[in-house]
T-cell receptor
Framework: AQSVTQPDIHITVSEGASLELRCNYS??????LFWYVQSPGQGLQLLLK??????LVQGIKGFEAEFKRSQSSFNLRKPSVHWSDAAEYFC???????????FGSGTRLQVQP | KAGVTQTPRYLIKTRGQQVTLSCSPI?????VSWYQQTPGQGLQFLFE???????NKGNFPGRFSGRQFSNSRSEMNVSTLELGDSALYLC????????????FGPGTRLTVT
C-alpha cells in the first residue's frame, strides 16, 4: 500500500539552528511530493513541491527539500530556524493516477529562544 | 487572488443530525478535494470533484457525500453524525492539471456531541 512516513513526531530546535525534517515514501513509482505547514487552528500552507528534474527544490519561507530516489526520501531543510517556524509540518505524496494526497502523520516543530 | 474559503469555520452538532459544509475554490480552479483531519487518524482523503463529477473517493462510509456546482463551489454533507465525525474538515482546490498541486482552505471545525 502507498504510504508516507514521518519518523519524528516532535522536534525541538533552538532559534537560529538548522533544521531537517525527515520524510520517506513507499510508492510503486515516484509520486509527486509536497511539504505543507499547519499553524494551530489553521489550514495547510504549501511550502514546496517536487515533480521531476532537479532533486533540490526551493520553497517559501527559506525552506528547501531534497529528493533522493535511492532512499525514497524527501527531507525538508532550513539553514536557520525562526521562532515563527514553530508549527506542524506534513509531508505528502500524490499518486498521479488518483489525484489524492496521502499524508504523513506530521512532525511538530518547537523552537526554543 | 483570494484563497480557498470554507464556511462555516466552526460547527457544533448532536449525534444523529446531519451537516453541510461549504467550500469556494480559488478563482479558476476547477477541482475541489475534501480531507478529514483527526488526532487519531491524521489527514485522510474523502473525495475529489471536477466539473460537477466525483472523480475519486476515499475509504469513508456512505454517510459522507458531496457535490460540486457549475461555478466549482463544493459542499460536503455528513448524515447521521457520530461522535467520531468530530474533526477538522479541509477543502483544497487545484487547477485540475498535472501535477495537481492543491491549495487548502482554513477548514471547518466540526464538533459532534
Amino acid at each position: 500500500a502507498q504510504s508516507v512516513t514521518q519518523p519524528d513526531i516532535h522536534i525541538t530546535v533552538s532559534e537560529g539552528a538548522s533544521l531537517e525534517l525527515r520524510c520517506n515514501y513507499s510508492y510503486g513509482a515516484t509520486p509527486y511530493l509536497f511539504w505543507y505547514v499547519q499553524s494551530p487552528g489553521q489550514g495547510l500552507q504549501l511550502l514546496l513541491k517536487y515533480f521531476s528534474g532537479d532533486t533540490l527544490v526551493q520553497g517559501i519561507k527559506g525552506f528547501e527539500a531534497e529528493f533522493k530516489r535511492s532512499q525514497s526520501s524527501f527531507n525538508l531543510r532550513k539553514p536557520s530556524v525562526h521562532w515563527s517556524d514553530a508549527a506542524e509540518y506534513f509531508c505528502a505524496a500524490m499518486d498521479t493516477g488518483r489525484r489524492a494526497l496521502t499524508f504523513g502523520s506530521g512532525t511538530r516543530l518547537q523552537v526554543q529562544p | 487572488k483570494a484563497g480557498v474559503t470554507q464556511t462555516p469555520r466552526y460547527l457544533i452538532k448532536t449525534r444523529g443530525q446531519q451537516v453541510t459544509l461549504s467550500c469556494s475554490p480559488i478563482s479558476g480552479h476547477r477541482s475541489v478535494s475534501w480531507y478529514q483531519q483527526t488526532p487519531g487518524q491524521g489527514l485522510q482523503f474523502l473525495f475529489e470533484y471536477f466539473s460537477e463529477t466525483q472523480r475519486n473517493k476515499g475509504n469513508f462510509p456512505g454517510r459522507f457525500s458531496g457535490r460540486q456546482f457549475s461555478n466549482s463551489r463544493s459542499e460536503m454533507n455528513v448524515s447521521t453524525l457520530e461522535l467520531g465525525d468530530s474533526a477538522l474538515y479541509l477543502c483544497a482546490s487545484s487547477l485540475a492539471l498535472e501535477p495537481y498541486e492543491q491549495y487548502f482552505g482554513p477548514g471547518t471545525r466540526l464538533t459532534v456531541t
